[in-house]
């Protein structure tokens, strides 16, 4: 079993930033990629970036690319999403998950394990 706790979400104006982190613990090694997902209220879960918990690759989806950053630290078992240039439709619950299995994937079914979620909410 892996457990994902996430952090650091909060209230912010819109241009301003936030730092989310998503701390594993449990099976760590079982670990393939570990991706982080929104879900707006009356919207279904959507897909927002992916990294490789070994190796650099990272994934993004179109409407964050150039405003998010994701990266992790090993040492730490921490996965980070940065987000600047907030806008008020980023507001959502975030959520980080793991994925155990090859390869990376933006589906959240697809998905092994979820943290229990961070409110973003971006004021205008």
């Known amino acids: 079993q892996v457990q994902l706790v996430e952090s650091g979400g909060g209230l912010v104006q819109a241009g301003g930033s936030l730092r989310l982190s998503c701390a594993a613990s449990?099976?760590?090694?079982?670990?393939?990629?570990v991706g982080w997902f929104r879900q707006a209220p009356g919207k279904s879960r959507e897909f927002v970036a992916a990294?490789?918990?070994?190796?650099?690759?990272?994934y993004y989806a179109d409407s964050v690319k150039g405003r998010f950053t994701i990266s992790r630290d090993n040492a730490k078992n921490t996965v980070y999403l940065q987000m600047n240039s907030l806008k008020p439709e980023d507001t959502a619950v975030y959520y980080c998950?793991?994925?155990?299995?090859?390869?990376?994937?933006?589906?959240?079914?697809?998905?092994?394990?979820w943290g229990q979620g961070t409110q973003v909410t971006v004021s205008s």
């Open positions: 990294i490789r918990w070994s190796g650099s690759n990272t």
């Open positions: 998950a793991a994925d155990r299995t090859p390869p990376v994937v933006t589906t959240p079914a697809l998905y092994d394990y």
């Open positions: 449990g099976r760590t090694y079982s670990i393939y990629a």
